[in-house]
């Protein structure tokens, strides 16, 4: 019951993120495709995706996997 009440306050706050793609950083619920969206619309380096999503600049934990990612996608 407690799960049921939480999902359905996400849902009306804005939607389920993970349903939008992997959450890559939790502290901002950073999604994959948060960062592929970034790079569509211009980002061409890790920098420009982090000032656009926040990725990696809360704990700094997620940095390195997604600056991985990130280069990994604009090579793509």
Known sequence: MFKSII?????????????????VCGCFKVTEQDLKNAIK???????EVQAITKVGTGCGRCIEGNKALVDYLLKK
């Open 7 to 23: 999902s359905k306050f996400i849902k009306s706050k804005g939607g389920n993120k993970e349903v939008n793609g992997k959450v």
């Open 41 to 47: 619309n211009g980002a061409n380096s890790f920098e």
